[in-house]
């Protein structure tokens, strides 16, 4: 049974309140928000529902905007991929965000970047894990100090990352080369064996990773009936026939 999309486990009574009250309008709240954002971070929670209110508060007070908070609501949401929240977050921001940019115009530091090269960055990655291009995915996240900077403050963002790929190959296949999956989790050797074997709970057969039998990747048979009645053939034929008004 899928959850309600507003639910978080761990949403604090305080933004419940806020969430369901006329405070959720109120451009006074958008520092709790934001506190809330950095505290998703710290502690590895998520919810969804209060970042895309906090964003829907930056719409109509762009004043209050903090490119930080933005870039680390869109981070976040990459964790849970292949969820569609990135693309729910994204809808949020000004257009100019996902404009091209202009090579000669602006040229920062890494760690002062306009905020549409930092959100068309993290478009890149959310694109690759899309077309599960996983092993694509890693090498554009170390090809860029920026993305380092966008990601420090998101606890645990590798490794929540490396569950995320690791819950969507266990939904497709039963078995797969060891190479394949090093690449695709961005680890080997023993770090390699101790995700897949403790983590995952999967098994290393000398090159191949065989996945346990779930009811997402067990192959079934399906058997369509067509429940046509002989009469229905008959209006089929007869408006074949009639002419038109």
């Known amino acids: 049974m899928s959850r309600p999309f507003d639910y978080a486990p761990d949403r604090p009574e305080h933004i419940d309140q806020i969430l369901n009250g006329l405070d959720r309008y109120n451009p006074e709240t958008t520092a709790v928000f934001q506190d809330y954002v950095m505290q998703q971070c710290e502690n590895q929670t998520y919810d969804c529902y209060a970042n895309l209110a906090l964003l829907k508060l930056y719409q109509f007070n762009p004043h209050l905007a903090r490119d930080e908070t933005i870039t680390n609501i869109l981070v976040k949401s990459l964790t849970v991929f292949p969820n569609p929240d990135f693309s729910l977050a994204l809808s949020l921001l000004p257009t100019h965000t996902l ?3 202009s090579s000669a115009a602006h040229t920062p530091a890494a760690g002062d970047a306009p905020l549409s090269e930092a959100v068309q960055k993290l478009n890149i990655l959310n694109n690759l894990l899309g077309g599960a291009d996983y092993a694509a995915f890693w090498s554009t996240l170390d090809s860029d100090d920026l993305y380092a900077d966008l990601v420090a403050d998101v606890s645990g963002f590798e490794e929540l990352m490396r569950v995320r790929i690791a819950v969507t190959v266990s939904q497709a296949i039963r078995e797969i080369e060891r190479s394949i999956l090093e690449s695709w989790l961005n680890l080997q050797g023993k770090e390699f064996e101790h995700f897949v074997g403790t983590v995952c709970g999967w098994e290393i057969d000398g090159t191949k990773v065989k996945v ?13 009936r067509e429940n046509v009645k002989f009469d229905q053939f008959g209006r089929v034929i007869r408006r074949a026939f009639e002419q038109p008004a």
């Open 99 to 101: 404009a091209p940019l």
């Open 212 to 224: 346990p039998l779930n009811k997402e990747n067990e192959a079934k048979g399906t058997v369509v």
